[in-house]
């Protein structure tokens, strides 16, 4: 079924080649973008045309017709939506909520929103699929989509289980088609995917939308179901690694898990302190044949760490994940001194590098103390470095501290270090299984570290071997 599927899909894109003419100018603000081969067209994802398609004139659409057959015309600024959903508020608010992602796009992208004033999308919203066909409003020479599909200044979805869903899938083919009409194009698969994901997950209440948004539950995001794909894809001990995501071919987005690890690895970038600013400066290259090679160059020396910080992101994944509270420090210790040392461990933080080296030929005895809080509703919860036993997370009580000894060899990264840590508590003694650098937190859920305050000392230092 799936082959079949893929086989329409080739045989629109070609058909669609010939169609357009493949010539001609692009959009505004893409002038100098090559035209684009049958190679091309044969290399995009399944659910948008990954660049613009010149010489592909809009819709011409008969509106008496269209409400003969009972769809309706939604309007404002940036959105004309058709439909054949019965009025209700969720349906009938979804443009003017669509005109509130448009300077949001703009400003995301470098775009200066004054000179597209006049700047608007089409839209199909279907609940009927024959309706439209029988009315022309869904071209035969569209592909056999699932969800959703954008071209040029149009695209078509079918209705969702779901309010969030339905939003979510108009502002992703929405994200789409402001992508390849000022644009230009869109990409490759994982950052094309990537971004229309991580801008299309919002929020929206009160008549305030907001993109770029990180769920704090799975109730406020229903059917949306990304996190659970990852979840899912850990539990079954399946997680990908960040370079089999960079390197999903067109194909892989005919279903759905891959959106959810693209999307992770947008979310991870874009939040991140440190790839931030070059993750954001990819949209410069949507166009380039090597726009890959461009990513890799910006990344340059720190892709071994943004590799590990991607198993650490992905296992330890949760909604409301607070990306900039888990950013890991990877600056190689010092060898700890003789007279052993000190080191202060933040509440809110996830894994915080001591700044020593230890040995993995000998054994350290490891002294917490402090008294600090690990949640503040309904009252605060005060908690020691043994933990709470009321409340457990992953299997160990919260608030336990926990430590690692992460080696400081870019060969042993392939697992990280830091995802098999030894539980401290008030006081342990542990040998390292190699030397590396010493690293502590307490245990809480990267959600949950914003309520937390406070911190714990911990007295590290050899232990005395024993006399035979």
């Known amino acids: 079924m799936l082959l079949a599927f893929a086989r ?34 044969l290399k995009q994802p399944p659910d948008s045309a990954s660049r613009w398609i010149p010489n592909l004139p809009r819709m011409k659409i008969d509106e008496a017709a269209a409400a003969a057959a009972g769809i309706r015309k939604l309007s404002s600024k940036r959105l ?38 006049d700047w608007q999308l089409t839209g199909f919203l279907i609940e009927d699929k024959a309706r439209f066909q029988r009315t022309g409003l869904l071209p035969a020479n569209l592909p056999p989509f699932r969800h959703g599909f954008a071209r040029n200044y149009e695209f078509w979805l079918h209705d969702q289980p779901s309010d969030y869903y339905r939003r979510h899938l108009l502002l992703h083919e929405g994200t789409h088609a402001f992508m390849n009409t000022l644009l230009g194009g869109c990409g490759p698969p994982w950052y094309m995917e990537g971004i229309a994901e991580l801008l299309s997950t919002h929020r929206w209440q009160q008549g305030r939308l907001t993109l770029n948004h990180m769920p704090a539950n799975r109730e406020e995001v ?39 690890w693209c999307w992770a690895a947008a979310a991870l970038m874009d939040r991140h302190p440190r790839y931030r600013e070059r993750f954001r400066r990819l949209h410069k290259n949507v166009l380039a044949a090597d726009f890959d090679r461009q990513f890799y160059a910006a990344i340059g020396k720190d892709w071994d760490d943004l590799r590990e910080e991607w198993q650490l992101f992905v296992i330890g994944l949760e909604y409301g994940h607070d990306v900039a509270r888990t950013t890991v420090d990877f600056t190689p210790g010092k060898r700890l001194p003789a007279s052993g040392g000190r080191v202060t461990v933040a509440a809110d933080r996830g894994w915080q590098n001591s700044g020593l080296q230890l040995d993995g030929a000998a054994t350290y005895r490891l002294t917490a103390s402090g008294r600090y809080q690990v949640a503040d509703v309904p009252k605060i919860w005060w908690c020691e470095p043994g933990g709470v036993s009321i409340r457990y997370y992953r299997g160990r009580p919260l608030g336990i501290l926990l430590a690692a000894v992460r080696p400081d060899g870019a060969e042993t990264r392939r697992n990280s270090a830091l995802l098999r840590p030894t539980v401290v508590g008030l006081a342990t003694k542990f040998s390292p299984k190699a030397s590396g650098t010493l690293y502590l937190k307490i245990n809480d859920s990267a959600a949950e570290l914003a309520d937390n305050a406070g911190e714990l000392q911990v007295e590290i230092e050899r232990a005395a071997t024993a006399q035979r």
């Open 8 to 41: 329409r899909y080739v045989v629109w894109l070609f058909l669609g080649c010939l169609a357009a003419g493949c010539g001609g100018s692009v959009a505004s603000g893409a002038e100098n973008a090559r035209r684009p081969s049958l190679a091309d067209l």
């Open 80 to 117: 004309t939506l058709y439909t054949d959903l019965p009025a209700a508020e969720q349906i009938d608010q979804l443009p003017g909520m669509f005109d509130l992602a448009f300077p949001q796009w703009c400003d995301y992208f470098g775009v200066d929103a004054s000179k597209h004033a």
């Open 222 to 260: 229903e059917y949306w179901g990304r996190i659970k794909f990852i979840k899912d894809a850990v539990a079954e001990r399946r997680p990908l690694r960040l370079k089999q995501v960079i390197d999903y071919p067109p194909s892989a987005h005919l279903e759905t898990e891959p959106y959810a």
